[in-house]
């Protein structure tokens, strides 16, 4: 039997993922070269974004030292709630493209000139959490092949 807590998390989860096709899909025009961009990037990491990643983030920010802890506590507020405020959504897609950076599949530079991003300093902040938390950038916490493709991504 599945827990109810693990029920919660996942659907925490797949609402983070939810928010973040929302906000690309508010600020990039279907069919353009920065949407197949997002999309791609999406299609690679979305899933390990979500399922292994963020469960990943919260341990380490969590067992971090209370100075590390305190710094970031507000990037965790911003990631882990739901809320319909900008800030909060844009924030979780901030998250994700830096996260994209941080693992190698794009660049800032590539970020910001396909205007995924309207600002490098967003994600900068986001890539030195990441790095000051010493994360690993392969999160191996479970072997899973478990796809999460919003169907707002999908569609044409």
Same mark, same amino acid.
């Given at each position: 039997m599945v827990s109810t807590t693990l029920l919660v998390k996942m659907s925490l989860l797949l609402k983070i993922a939810e928010t973040i096709v929302d906000v690309a899909s508010s600020r990039l025009v279907r069919g353009t070269e920065q949407w197949e961009y997002?999309? !791609?990037?999406a299609h690679e990491l979305l899933s390990e974004f979500i399922i292994?990643?963020? #469960?990943?983030?919260? &341990?380490? !920010? !969590?067992?971090a /030292? #209370? /100075?590390?802890?305190?710094?970031?506590?507000?990037? $965790?507020?911003?990631?882990?709630?739901? %809320?319909n405020n900008q800030s909060?959504?844009?924030?979780?897609y901030n998250a994700f493209i830096a996260y994209?950076?941080?693992?190698?599949?794009? &660049?800032?530079?590539?970020? $910001?000139?396909f205007r995924l991003v309207s600002g490098g300093e967003s994600v900068y902040t986001w890539l @030195? $959490?990441? @790095?000051?938390?010493?994360? %690993?950038?392969t999160p191996c916490l479970m072997n899973t092949t478990v796809k999460i493709i919003p169907t707002k991504l999908l569609q044409q």
């Open positions: 997002f999309k !791609w990037l292994k990643f963020l #469960p990943h983030l919260y &341990t380490c !920010w !969590w067992e /030292d #209370p /100075d590390t802890k305190a710094k970031y506590a507000y990037n $965790m507020t911003v990631l882990f709630t739901i %809320s909060f959504r844009v924030g979780k994209c950076i941080y693992r190698g599949y794009t &660049t800032a530079y590539m970020a $910001m000139k @030195r $959490m990441y @790095r000051a938390l010493r994360l %690993s950038r």
